[in-house]
């Protein structure tokens, strides 16, 4: 009840009025800058020529896998080469996502991908997330994979090169 009083005697203040106001104006014109600013700027432009733009546009364009740019199939949901999900309702399937979460846990154990904090708390925290009480087993193989690949070798975004041969 006293609450409600001070409230009511805050309204007849007209300092507070003025003043809540003065924020409400102050925080619409801030909105309206963000928002102008957020669509003021020109698309960014693909990072690839026009003349590649259109071949990609084409209907008999074939995909390539994200993970390691093998061609496959338009109507498969994973890479036949790496088994990464490439289907564009793969993560969405009832079923077909379990492998997904499964490929991506799989990435985190084996050290083989693009360290930073961000990425290395993300797989602690989905390993959390889908493995519970065995989070901790998880945890211990990304670990393991992350000292086994920074003795070893920088990670590697490409797809592995064919050694070069004896001949050469
Ligand atoms: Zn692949």
């Given at each position: 009840?006293?609450?409600?009083?001070?409230?009511?005697?805050?309204?007849?203040?007209p300092t507070t009025v003025v003043g809540v106001l003065g924020i409400a104006i102050l925080l619409c014109l801030v909105l309206?800058?963000?928002?102008?600013?957020?669509?003021?700027?020109?698309?960014?432009?693909?990072?690839?020529?026009?003349?590649?733009?259109?071949?990609?546009?084409?209907?008999?364009?074939?995909?390539?896998?994200?993970?390691?740019?093998?061609?496959?199939?338009?109507?498969?949901?994973?890479?036949?080469?790496?088994?990464?999900?490439?289907?564009?309702?793969?993560?969405?399937?009832?079923?077909?996502?379990?492998?997904?979460?499964?490929?991506?846990?799989?990435?985190?154990?084996?050290?083989?991908?693009?360290?930073?904090?961000?990425?290395?708390?993300?797989?602690?925290?989905?390993?959390?997330?889908?493995?519970?009480?065995?989070?901790?087993?998880?945890?211990?193989?990304?670990?393991?994979?992350?000292?086994?690949?920074?003795?070893?070798?920088?990670?590697?975004?490409?797809?592995?090169?064919?050694?070069?041969?004896?001949?050469?």
């Open positions: 009840m006293s609450l409600l009083g001070s409230t009511i005697y805050l309204k007849d203040d309206w800058r963000l928002f102008r600013w957020l669509f003021s700027g020109p698309p960014q432009p693909d990072p690839w020529s026009e003349e590649v733009a259109a071949e990609i546009a084409k209907d008999d364009a074939v995909p390539l896998c994200h993970r390691c740019l093998a061609p496959h199939d338009s109507q498969v949901d994973f890479c036949p080469d790496c088994g990464a999900p490439v289907g564009p309702y793969t993560n969405w399937l009832p079923y077909p996502y379990l492998f997904s979460i499964g490929h991506t846990l799989r990435i985190g154990a084996s050290g083989d991908f693009r360290r930073s904090p961000l990425t290395i708390a993300g797989f602690l925290l989905l390993g959390m997330v889908e493995y519970a009480l065995f989070a901790p087993v998880y945890w211990f193989m990304l670990l393991k994979g992350l000292s086994v690949r920074c003795q070893s070798e920088p990670p590697s975004d490409l797809p592995p090169q064919d050694a070069p041969s004896a001949g050469d």
